[in-house]
């Protein structure tokens, strides 16, 4: 007899843990694939699109599936679980939860919607709906600021949306991307498109000639941080390889939605200024990373892709479209490299930066959609015609998303440095009707408030520093007299707190705090300013860095505002 037998004791007849069910399993490899036959599909950064086919297959992740994928891909459960819940359009659902409704409303709730009614326009889908077959949800910006407010149902999205077109919607079952209507391979190549690909790759076109075309014209990274293109490359090719080049197409700054006009225009112009960034630092694969809201992109982009694999213009599986998943925080470029491994997006410490140690740790060009996109316009039209079209003593041209309070919002290509008032009048259509400019943001929520004094003001990379803002993505948001500007921030801080990945304190709980002191009927001026230097000294990344930029805008240009409202002292 045993010890545990004189002892009384039971054995365990199972193991500890809720079990594999074969029958989940099998079901999975029918959905995904089989991974005893192609082993890459249980490769780490496979894991995110694993979740998507099974959220698009079933409306949510139920946990006997993700038990079924992490025995599909040799994982810990945690690591599954972690990744799933991190992001904002995965619903993970327990064991004993009810899965949610067929269809689902997502209401916008970014600054530009809300200035146009999507609080009330939530309200009332809140009231008007069947919580057993719809649900409505708030949302951060989905890139349709322009048509705000806007309802996704499904993934189909409802511009200029109201209480009737989003309820026709939902009885005409259109919840399926819309169609997109794109300039294909055949026309492209008629007008000349391809060309430059192919003087590059058939040495007609040096990558030092070419570097050289583009520090001319001045292009520099546009997607916020305005790092000269030419310099990234270089420090890129400085590092051994193998090398990947990535391209940041995961624009969920709040205003901003220019990625969105050319990839929908004109995606095989992406698509070439893409490879040639690729083919300049011989990087082994093209990943590009599109942000989840965009589903109708996502066929756009994978159409094309296919297009340029038949024509035989890249090798099969060198470009790789992969989806976000809502998290703005994946624009930050190293939580973007680990989300395409498959992880959380969580920022990495730096040094090393992407460009040593970036994606599978090897070095890696991260670019933004519009940056790649001048590049074949550029090499056709001259480095001159690009440089020369600056104003105020300012290069270029600048893609800027404008909404909010004008007459005619949208993407405006303009020189850069043009002013606010010249960009609202030459471009915008003036105000829209009955308002009158009270103030603005030049770079989407994170760059800060200025005041109607300072519309003069060139809008352009180094112009805006010493007024406590910068241009960022050239997301133009433009409030009235009619705004209430402690909404509005208000607005802005709990869309950095909802953000927040929670990775380090003074993000994490900085934001929620100071979204607290904001919601309070008389601001405490001393710990906001306190708590805003904690912040931008102690935050990992730019997100918490700049979270405070509206806060402090406010009390440095509209303190008489404030005042009139009671939130600070007089003086």
């Not at 803002?469 to 509005?488: T, W």
Request: glycine content about 10%; charged content about 25%.
């Amino acid at each position: 007899m045993s010890t545990d037998d004189k002892m009384g004791k039971r054995r365990r007849s199972a193991l500890r843990g809720r079990q594999l069910e074969p029958a989940v399993l099998s079901e999975l490899r029918d959905l995904i694939g089989d991974e005893r036959v192609d082993s890459s599909l249980r490769h780490r950064d496979r894991l995110i699109e694993h979740l998507h086919a099974l959220q698009d297959a079933d409306g949510y992740l139920s946990m006997p599936r993700l038990r079924a994928l992490a025995a599909f891909m040799n994982l810990p459960m945690a690591a599954i679980y972690e990744t799933a819940t991190f992001y904002a359009h995965f619903d993970v659902i327990h064991d004993e939860q009810t899965p949610p409704p067929d269809i689902t409303l997502r209401v916008c709730d970014s600054l530009s919607c809300q200035l146009a009614g999507a609080e009330a326009l939530h309200q009332a889908l809140s009231e008007g709906a069947d919580p057993e077959a719809v649900r409505v949800l708030r949302a951060p910006c989905m890139g349709r600021c322009d048509t705000a407010p806007v309802v996704e149902v499904g993934h189909h999205h409802v511009c200029h949306a109201n209480a009737e077109n989003v309820g026709a919607a939902v009885e005409q079952g259109q919840i399926q991307p819309e169609e997109i209507q794109w300039q294909g391979l055949a026309d492209y190549r008629s007008a000349g498109g391809y060309g430059l690909l192919a003087d590059c790759h058939e040495g007609r076109v040096s990558v030092e000639s070419l570097a050289k075309e583009l520090e001319h014209a001045g292009l520099r990274g546009l997607g916020g941080a305005g790092f000269p293109t030419f310099r990234k490359w270089q420090a890129v090719r400085a590092e051994p390889g193998p090398r990947y080049a990535v391209i940041n197409a995961d624009e969920g700054e709040p205003g901003t939605f220019k990625d969105r006009y050319y990839l929908e225009r004109a995606p095989h112009v992406f698509l070439e200024g893409a490879l040639v960034s690729a083919w300049a630092v011989e990087a082994k694969a093209l990943y590009i990373y599109l942000r989840d809201e965009y589903p109708g992109l996502h066929r756009v982009l994978k159409e094309a892709i296919a297009e340029l694999e038949s024509a035989e213009i890249v090798e099969q599986g060198f470009v790789i479209l992969r989806r976000g998943a809502g998290a703005y925080i994946c624009g930050e470029e190293s939580a973007l490299i680990e989300s395409l491994e498959g992880k959380p997006g969580k920022p990495r410490h730096r040094p090393p930066f992407v460009a040593q140690k970036g994606l599978f740790g090897q070095p890696t060009l991260v670019n933004n959609v519009e940056t790649v996109y001048w590049i074949p316009r550029i090499h056709a039209q001259g480095a001159d015609w690009f440089a020369s079209q600056g104003r105020h003593g300012r290069k270029g041209l600048r893609s800027f998303s404008v909404s909010g309070r004008v007459a005619r919002p949208g993407v405006h290509v303009a020189p850069a440095g043009i002013t606010l008032n010249e960009l609202i009048e030459e471009y915008c259509g003036g105000m829209a009707e009955g308002h009158r400019l009270l103030a603005y943001l030049p770079g989407g929520a994170s760059g800060g408030i200025l005041p109607a004094s300072k519309a003069d003001i060139p809008l352009d990379f180094d112009t805006l520093q010493e007024h406590g803002c910068f241009i960022g993505s050239a997301a133009v948001i433009v409030l009235s007299d009619q705004d209430d500007l402690q909404a509005a921030a208000a607005n802005l801080l709990g869309f950095f707190a909802d953000e927040s990945c929670g990775q380090c304190t003074p993000c994490r709980v900085g934001t929620e705090k100071m979204l607290t002191l904001l919601e309070r009927d008389t601001w405490d001026e001393q710990t906001l300013q306190q708590l805003a230097k904690v912040m931008a000294d102690a935050s990992i990344c730019g997100l918490g860095q700049a979270a405070p930029n509206p806060v402090l805008s406010l009390l440095r240009d509209f303190r008489s505002e404030l005042a009139s409202q009671k939130l600070i002292a007089k003086g």
